[in-house]
């Protein structure tokens, strides 16, 4: 299974930017999928996830800002973000997990809000 993210880059406060992530493992084998990210010298943090058949689940931090687009029929997951900050700033990795409970990453890609 791997996951291949687009997207990112810079982008000014208070605007916005969708992140793509597709998996190519089974479609039938993908439980949930979501979006972490992580910024230097900090643990990797969960934004949000979808598992299949449910809604969209949201850090603190995010609510209402970002929005998961989960589609389970084509393992693809999107993170709109809007109203961006500078504390957004980080390394946004797509996360899958299947039912076997094993865990799959993207390579990352970056997000640079600017001031």
């Known amino acids: 299974v791997t996951l291949e993210e687009s997207g990112g880059g810079l982008v000014q406060a208070g605007g916005s930017t969708t992140l793509s992530c597709e998996c190519d493992?089974?479609?039938?084998?993908?439980?949930?999928l979501g979006w972490f990210r992580q910024t230097p010298g900090k643990q990797r943090e969960l934004v949000g996830s979808?598992?299949?058949?449910?809604?969209?689940s949201y850090a603190d931090f995010v609510k209402g800002r970002f929005t998961i687009s989960g589609d389970f029929r084509q393992s693809t997951v999107a993170l709109r973000m809007n109203s961006l900050r500078p504390e957004d700033t980080a390394i946004y990795y797509c996360?899958?997990?299947?039912?076997?409970?094993?865990?799959?990453w993207g390579q990352g890609t970056p997000v640079t809000v600017s001031s």
């Open positions: 493992g089974s479609i039938f084998s993908v439980y949930s």
């Open positions: 979808v598992i299949r058949g449910g809604m969209p």
């Open positions: 996360n899958a997990v299947l039912y076997n409970q094993n865990k799959y």
